[in-house]
């Protein structure tokens, strides 16, 4: 049972009396404090990883809805079954990783025992996931919005598109030269001439605009 604070914390011997019950306490319960050791914000969420008491000590994620000031504006409340995004590589000092994706979801980079990464997404509703395998070995998740993730592969060069829909399995829906980012359901590359982007629409797998960055 809790004392008067966050870290009072003991085990009561509780005795009834003619009154009612009386409690003492008997021992004393050492603070065990969370670990955060990833942290995601997008669409006005902070979404945390660590072990955590209320999973029983298992690595969770937990998140927490900011205000326009950005602080904290209502409870924590878990958002991913108990998950363990790795094994890391050995002096992989990115590892985990994650990214927000605006959706409640948020996508992270599991390694098999051969260090080959599988893009994973958890979060949009409880215990539910989609996942695609890369085929590739130390590469990145870089930007990422909705249902798309993009990953930077480990050779030099190679870039995947990761499709992972609510409520189904994903595919990679592109594998292309590395030159773009990812924003919404749109590819950005850059365009023929100086100073233009290009956006390629993954859904209908069209060129709907080019851009001018530059007056």
């Not at 009154?19 to 004393?28: C, E, I, K, M």
């Not at 948020?106 to 695609?132: C, E, I, Q």
């Not at 030269?177 to 919404?184: I, K, L």
Request: charged share 15%.
């Amino acid at each position: 049972m809790a004392g008067p604070s966050s870290t009072d914390w003991h085990v009561y011997r509780v005795t009834p009396t003619e009154t009612g019950v009386t409690a003492a306490p008997v021992l004393d319960v050492e603070v065990n404090r969370a670990t955060i050791e990833g942290l995601m914000l997008s669409g006005g969420e902070l979404l945390m990883y660590g072990d955590t008491t209320d999973q029983g000590g298992y690595d969770a994620v937990h998140g927490v809805q900011l205000d326009a000031a950005g602080r904290p504006a209502g409870p924590q409340t878990h958002r991913a079954s108990p998950l363990n995004p790795s094994p890391c590589l050995a002096g992989d000092v990115a590892c985990p990783q994650f990214e927000a994706l605006g959706d409640g979801g948020f996508a992270h980079l599991p390694t098999d025992a051969d260090g080959k990464g599988s893009v994973h997404v958890t979060g949009r509703t409880p215990n539910t996931y989609a996942t695609v395998a890369t085929g590739s070995s130390g590469g990145r998740v870089g930007t990422g919005t909705g249902r798309y993730v993009l990953y930077n592969g480990g050779t030099p060069g190679a870039q995947k598109v990761a499709d992972l829909p609510r409520g189904a399995g994903g595919e990679i829906a592109l594998d292309r030269t590395r030159t773009a980012a990812v924003w919404g359901r749109r590819l950005w590359t850059p365009g023929s001439s100086q100073g233009s982007v290009v956006a390629y629409d993954l859904k209908s797998r069209k060129n709907p605009a080019t851009v001018a960055t530059v007056d």
